[in-house]
């Protein structure tokens, strides 16, 4: 049976029925219990039940097509999701562009939208298989796939592309990974291939990559991009281009559920001053994810004339209020310093929310001394410590 033969099983009325019927089953009752369709092995089942589940949020228009083929959890938690390949695609330019590492094809979806002709190199058999399928299934026409190592294709190929396209697999002899140097592929050892092989390189790394590795590791840097989703840093982005010479600029986004982004924009490079510390004024506020990763967060601050709480402390203040501030703002109602007795008889059994920054205990510890309940939409108690010692900030979110 080819595979075609054997994915199109998958798309029998019943089995699709049985799908979603067992979205929220778990998954040892499914390995227990079996396959009901002799003809289809529980782990395909399994990964298109993990798969749909996945996708609802991460790919919303690979869930909508019914007949997708899903990967094993593994390489689906590896991929990037919808709105992260929508902001990749954005970026690049030009009529061709190569994928070494093209994994389950989310972002090679997307690449096709804006290059003429996208071509995709994946190691892993069952994964290009599976994109291949996909890819026609979404009528997908200009892309080219290819089953083999791209550093070799890359070293064999005549072609000079627009953009080389790298987001290495963080997984290594099934141990998670965030160094490039124990990425796969490692980019580090191809740079002057990539050099000759492309006018630009982009290259996407964890989140928990260190900036300051990277324009180490690097060169020819244009531009980094940090890019979050909902507050959360889902991806590094570097963008580099050989004919430049390298430039710290960062740019910081935050999507939201409607896809829409807030983007601060700054040089690294370029030096300034210290900020001042002080204690709690009328407006408090906490920088965005995207910013935070920067490590810019004084230098933002400055430029908003912000005041900082106190060194170590992420908080910052204000006599007047910064609508454009690239994160949360709070109007302070209250700041003293903390009494747990007095604050366990206002707010024990009542609804707030806790944030702990730079404080003694975290927040569950606080909530049981408390014995508050955690709600609310704009209600906060935020514990943390100021130029004058540790306090308790009673806040409304604006
Ligand atoms: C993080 S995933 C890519 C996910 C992809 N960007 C997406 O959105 O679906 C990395 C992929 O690179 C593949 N890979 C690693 N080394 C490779 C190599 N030398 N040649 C081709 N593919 C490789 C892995 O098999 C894995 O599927």
Known sequence: MNLEEEYSKLDDPEVLKFIDDNLHTPIPDLVLKGSPFKAIDIDLLINQIVGKKKARKKLPTWYKNEKIIYPPKVNLEQTSSEITALHKAKVVHGSSLIDLTGGFGIDDYYFTKKIGEVTYVELN??????????????????????????????????????????????????????????????????????????????????????????????????????????????ELLWSIDWREKNSKVIKMYNYDEENKYSVSKYDKDQTYSNINVEDCQEYLYEFNSSIMKSGLNDDIALKYKLKKLENNTNLYTSENRINSFPGKLYLVKNSESVNFKKLKHRYKNEFTNLISKNFKLTTSQIQNKLNCKIGGDTDFLIFTKTIEGYKVIEASKL
């Open 125 to 234: 058999q069952d994964l290009y298989n599976i994109a291949e399928h996909n890819f026609k299934l979404l009528k997908v026409r200009n892309i080219s796939c290819f089953n083999q190592d791209s550093i070799e294709y890359l070293q064999n190929t005549q072609s000079i592309f627009d953009w080389v396209y790298i987001d290495p697999s963080r997984r290594n002899k099934g141990q998670k990974v965030f160094l490039l140097e124990n990425s796969l592929p490692n980019i580090l050892n191809h740079k002057s291939l990539f050099k000759d092989k492309c006018r630009n390189l982009m290259i996407k790394t964890s989140p928990m990559y260190d900036i300051e590795m990277g324009y180490k590791e690097l060169f020819g840097i244009k531009e980094l991009h940090i890019v979050s989703v909902k507050n959360d840093v889902k």
